[in-house]
């Protein structure tokens, strides 16, 4: 590259960078003070410049990362996380419903079901997760947090083509993430080998090798959308 060519690029690395860096301060700033105005402001300026899935990946989740450590070293209350999370599900949900309003041709062919195991409420990133596959086109469809497995019979009556998708970040509580695992192969099962496509941090407890064929690890959300 010629030299006024790598000043650009550069300039614009640090323009990108500086914007995505001010956008978090103001986020948190925003947490800090309860101020639902400065995130609203804060959110449609990156908007303008930004689709959605980049202001996710670029800024919420650096944020998010950067959120978790302040908690864990007592440098911010669980109100302060709260607060901020429930403002970006709040976003994570518009989006879906702009997907869901347009009424896109969806592929029917298989039906993701989105789920948090028992006990499990930290649903940020399957929401994200929801919204990726009715972007792409998919039939998805999410039934919250802490959801026991046996409730997953009503719905196979209906389904029969069903991919199971949940998120491990903390619960199972007092269980092996294994032993999840198990429960899953032994009520869902039983009758068909379904699919069940997991994500979160506690899948690094896992090896693949050592997984049924029917059982798939993602270790990034772009990773999985990537094989859509």
């Given at each position: 590259?010629?030299?006024k060519q790598?000043n650009?690029?550069?300039?614009?690395?640090s323009?990108?960078?500086?914007e995505?860096?001010?956008?978090?301060n103001s986020?948190?700033l925003a947490?800090?003070s309860f101020d639902?105005?400065?995130?609203?402001?804060t959110?449609?300026s990156?908007r303008?410049?930004?689709?959605?899935r980049e202001?996710?990946?670029?800024v919420?989740i650096p944020l998010l990362e950067?959120?978790?450590?302040l908690?864990?070293?007592?440098t911010i209350?669980?109100?302060?996380e709260h607060?901020?999370v429930e403002?970006?599900?709040?976003?994570?949900?518009?989006n879906?419903?702009?997907e869901?309003?347009?009424v896109?041709n969806?592929?029917?062919?298989?039906?993701y079901?989105?789920?948090l195991?028992?006990?499990?409420?930290?649903?940020?990133g399957?929401?994200?997760?929801n919204y990726e596959?009715?972007n792409s086109?998919?039939?998805a469809?999410?039934?919250g947090?802490?959801l026991?497995?046996n409730?997953?019979?009503?719905?196979?009556?209906?389904?029969k083509?069903?991919?199971?998708v949940?998120?491990?970040t903390?619960?199972p509580?007092?269980t092996n993430?294994?032993e999840?695992?198990?429960?899953?192969?032994?009520?869902?099962?039983h009758?068909?080998?379904?699919?069940?496509y997991?994500f979160?941090?506690?899948?690094?407890e896992?090896?693949?090798t050592e997984l049924?064929?029917n059982?798939k690890i993602?270790?990034s959300?772009?990773?999985?959308?990537?094989t859509l």
């Amino acid at each position: 590259m010629e030299d006024k060519q790598i000043n650009d690029l550069v300039n614009r690395i640090s323009a990108s960078s500086s914007e995505e860096n001010r956008a978090k301060n103001s986020f948190k700033l925003a947490m800090m003070s309860f101020d639902d105005r400065l995130f609203q402001r804060t959110f449609n300026s990156l908007r303008e410049k930004k689709t959605f899935r980049e202001v996710f990946y670029d800024v919420f989740i650096p944020l998010l990362e950067e959120i978790g450590l302040l908690w864990q070293t007592d440098t911010i209350k669980p109100i302060h996380e709260h607060y901020i999370v429930e403002l970006i599900k709040q976003k994570i949900y518009l989006n879906i419903a702009d997907e869901k309003s347009e009424v896109p041709n969806v592929d029917d062919e298989k039906l993701y079901v989105l789920f948090l195991p028992d006990n499990e409420i930290h649903d940020v990133g399957i929401l994200y997760l929801n919204y990726e596959l009715l972007n792409s086109g998919k039939n998805a469809i999410y039934l919250g947090p802490s959801l026991p497995l046996n409730n997953m019979e009503y719905l196979m009556e209906i389904h029969k083509n069903i991919i199971f998708v949940s998120y491990l970040t903390i619960s199972p509580v007092n269980t092996n993430i294994k032993e999840f695992i198990r429960d899953f192969e032994e009520k869902i099962c039983h009758e068909k080998n379904h699919e069940l496509y997991l994500f979160g941090q506690r899948i690094k407890e896992l090896k693949e090798t050592e997984l049924s064929s029917n059982i798939k690890i993602y270790h990034s959300i772009s990773e999985f959308v990537n094989t859509l």
